[in-house]
């Protein structure tokens, strides 16, 4: 779906911008884990302002299905309170995943909570997200690689791909 140096393209294009918006700051950037870090690790290397980086991770997924419960496995190490703070994540379907993460980092008084995502899904009834950076507008389709994973496979792809139908096990 995209190529590895589209995708190399974009994310200087999302590293210039970051840089340029939080000039003189040192945002924190946290990595949903697992799916960010291809793309954060990528992100930051282009940064010219400084960073701090600290990583949650959350589970809603099984196989190729969210099941629209979230689950806190891991929670940051360091406090956010009077932060410039920017999550950076892989993907957003539902939204539902992004909502309980937000929701969650506001109640800690972070100065600043803006979003960073690769990949936005066009699907129905997805919450309501406002995203400071995007990088591609995807269609409904499961993508896998630069992070996405089915069943923890082909992440470490350099581009993003369509998962073949056939191979998703229970897909009509
Ligand atoms: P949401 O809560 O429905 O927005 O789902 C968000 C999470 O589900 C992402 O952080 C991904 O880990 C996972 N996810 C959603 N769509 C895909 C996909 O097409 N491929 C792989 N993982 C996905
Ligand atoms: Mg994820």
Do not use: H
Not at 80 to 104: A, F, P, Q, R
Request: aromatic content about 6%; hydrophobic content about 40%.
């Amino acid at each position: 779906m995209i190529s590895s140096s589209e995708v190399q393209k974009r994310v200087k294009e999302l590293a210039s911008q970051i840089s340029v918006d939080y000039a003189g700051k040192t945002p924190t950037l946290i990595g949903v884990l697992k799916g960010s870090i291809i793309f954060m690790s990528d992100l930051v290397k282009n940064l010219s302002i400084d960073v701090k980086m600290d990583f949650m991770m959350l589970s809603s997924y099984s196989g190729a299905k969210s099941t629209g419960i979230v689950r806190m496995i891991l929670d940051l190490k360091d406090t956010i309170e009077n932060k410039d703070v920017l999550i950076v994540e892989d993907i957003i379907d539902s939204g539902l995943t992004m909502k309980y993460l937000m929701n969650n980092l506001k109640t800690r008084k972070p100065k600043s909570l803006a979003v960073c995502t690769m990949l936005d899904k066009v699907v129905q009834n997805k919450e309501k997200i406002q995203v400071k950076y995007m990088g591609f507008s995807i269609p409904d389709e499961f993508v896998v690689g630069y992070g996405l994973d089915y069943n923890e496979l082909y992440r470490n792809l350099p581009y993003v791909g369509v998962m073949k139908k056939e191979k998703i096990i229970g897909a009509k």
